[in-house]
């Protein structure tokens, strides 16, 4: 649907082999999010060192700078997938959802619908098809494609909106409490998935919330079991990982990417870090 530039694609699972390279691994992933629908057939996946066979009736949702393998998929694999930017997700993740969501999607990216839930998200998906052809029928720069256009991103939004609503009906989360605490862990999340590229220190996004380093690390510890630098090196090193998996950048380029000073100060951080200099995790 990218055609009429709209902030999300759909993704023919039927055509799932014009997405995936030869080892397995699902293209254009990095700074991505998305998910998958299972009508028909059973599909196996593999995220960072999990492995989930996604069975008729389960979503699988992805997030960014998250290793994704296609293992496997039956030949009668139906279903529909849809994916979007990190820049168009985050506003539904802080206005709806809370931080306990965000980091159990991380962890547990895969739910199993009910029929009824599942029936609404392919009748929204399909409504949003049609809406696209009659689109396409219409003139352009008519009142009418204006209209239908803004039509058509009320429909997506509705549809990102359902997703996250049955995850959280499904993984029977309680509300989160709405401490001062709390809010501090939900505006750390989404700040470090706008900012880990360019910002890899704690006393960035403490100052954001003027909180004093010491403070802010430990009401991350406290609440997410993990160190604020812990949260930060994953993100910075998963991208870094995806980039040197995925994508023919030279190491110099992906170091500016994600813009370390020089491409030695990069090699010697994603060595500390992963045991291996990043020459030697692509050949490995």
Not at 46 to 70: K, Q
Not at 231 to 250: F, G, K, N, P, R
Request: proline fraction near 3%; charge should be positive; hydrophobic fraction near 35%.
């Amino acid at each position: 649907m990218s055609y009429i530039n709209l902030p999300f694609q759909k993704i023919n699972i039927s055509e799932m082999s014009n997405y995936i390279d030869k080892d397995g691994k699902l293209n254009s992933v990095l700074n991505l999010c998305g998910f998958l629908l299972c009508k028909k057939g059973w599909v196996k996946v593999r995220l960072n060192e999990s492995t989930y066979v996604i069975r008729e009736g389960d979503m699988y949702i992805y997030a960014p700078s998250a290793f994704i393998n296609i293992v496997a998929w039956s030949d009668d694999l139906e279903g529909i997938a849809f994916k979007s930017t990190l820049d168009y997700i985050l506003p539904f993740i802080e206005r709806a959802t809370s931080q306990r969501t965000i980091l159990n999607i991380r962890s547990k990216p895969c739910i199993t619908l009910n029929a009824e839930q599942q029936r609404s998200i392919e009748e929204l998906a399909d409504l949003i098809d049609r809406k696209v052809q009659i689109y396409q029928q219409a003139e352009e720069k008519s009142n009418q494609r204006k209209f239908m256009k803004r039509e058509l991103e009320c429909l997506s939004e509705a549809l990102i909106s359902e997703m996250f609503l049955y995850y959280v009906s499904n993984e029977s989360l309680e509300p989160d409490s709405s401490s001062h605490k709390d809010k501090i862990i939900q505006t750390f999340i989404t700040s470090l998935f706008k900012n880990y590229k360019r910002e890899r220190e704690v006393q960035f996004y403490a100052e954001q919330q003027c909180l004093t380093p010491r403070y802010f690390s430990s009401i991350v510890k406290e609440r997410t079991g993990r160190t604020a630098l812990a949260w930060i090196s994953e993100m910075v090193i998963s991208s870094a990982c995806q980039m040197l998996a995925y994508s023919d950048l030279t190491v110099k380029e992906i170091a500016l990417e994600m813009n370390f000073p020089t491409q030695t100060f990069f090699g010697k951080y994603f060595k500390r870090l992963t045991g291996m200099s990043p020459r030697e995790y692509r050949k490995a």
